[in-house]
């Protein structure tokens, strides 16, 4: 589900569900996914609920691994305070060590829902934010294409991923190397592949991020990161602190 969504097949006219609630309820719309050929139809302009874009037809489901198909990629903006929101200040908080093992009973899910100071903080909040606009929307101030590498904004990409970034990335087929201690990561689109490797301060974290991607491997791995040059052609490195900066889309 999601808040935005194209006219046309050909994905060159972007709509929001706003401004399709004015339009014919039938008409059909296309994924932001440019790989997934899902049909979408507005949903819930009837109800209290805002309305959004959903694949309702079994014909044009969406394909495996798409992000639009979670039912928890919907983002509602009326939950936080976009005029308190800094990409930079909010990634940063991410990076702070944290103990990766978890106690008796606690929940490794992070909040999607207000936050406590009514702002965007923990990495499912700002995907989920990034994924449901438009990558050249703007929210607070800055592109989405700038905040997430995905697979609408890699063309802003072709010097390589810099600096404060989240990826939506899939396990290489050498997922880990168990003497260096890293994690290997890809994003592979429009042709282009872009290597990651996730370093870590300590076993500790290490084994936590390890057991996460090794389990999840068909899934996509959402990585918090300030990303550097590695050694190879369109590779990149990071360091992981701790929890706060991975997750897995379900």
């Known amino acids: 589900m999601a808040n935005f969504a194209y006219k046309d097949e050909q994905r060159k006219h972007i709509i929001s569900a706003a401004q399709a609630s004015k339009e ?4 059909i719309y296309y994924c932001q996914n440019p790989h997934c050929n899902a049909h979408l139809h507005l949903c819930a302009v009837d109800g209290s609920r805002k309305a959004y874009f959903r694949a309702t037809k079994l014909d044009y489901p969406h394909i495996a691994e798409c ?3 979670s039912n928890n990629v919907v983002f509602n903006e009326n939950e936080f305070d976009e005029s308190k ?3 930079e200040k909010a990634i940063k908080q991410l990076f702070v060590e944290t103990k990766p093992i978890m106690k008796h009973g606690e929940s490794t899910k992070q909040g999607n829902g207000e936050s406590q100071n009514n702002t965007i903080e923990t990495l499912r909040q700002i995907y989920f934010m990034c994924k449901n606009y438009h990558e ?6 800055k592109e989405i294409g700038t905040m997430l590498l995905d697979n609408r904004s890699e063309y802003r990409y072709q010097k390589g991923c810099f600096g404060n970034r989240i990826i939506e990335a899939k396990t290489q087929s050498y997922v880990y190397n168990p003497k260096t201690q890293q994690i290997n990561l890809e994003v592979t689109v429009s042709g282009n592949k872009f290597s990651f490797a996730l370093e870590f301060p300590n076993d500790e974290i290490y084994e936590y991020c390890r057991n996460i991607v090794y ?4 899934k996509l791995i959402v990585v918090a ?7 190879k052609y369109n590779s990149f490195k990071g360091m992981i602190f701790g929890k706060k900066q991975i997750m897995v889309v379900k």
């Open 67 to 69: 992000p639009y198909a």
């Open 85 to 87: 929101f800094d990409f």
């Open 24 to 27: 014919n309820r039938d008409n």
């Open 215 to 218: 389990n999840n491997q068909h």
């Open 136 to 141: 050249k929307a703007k929210y607070a101030g």
């Open 225 to 231: 990161a300030h990303w550097q040059r590695a050694d």
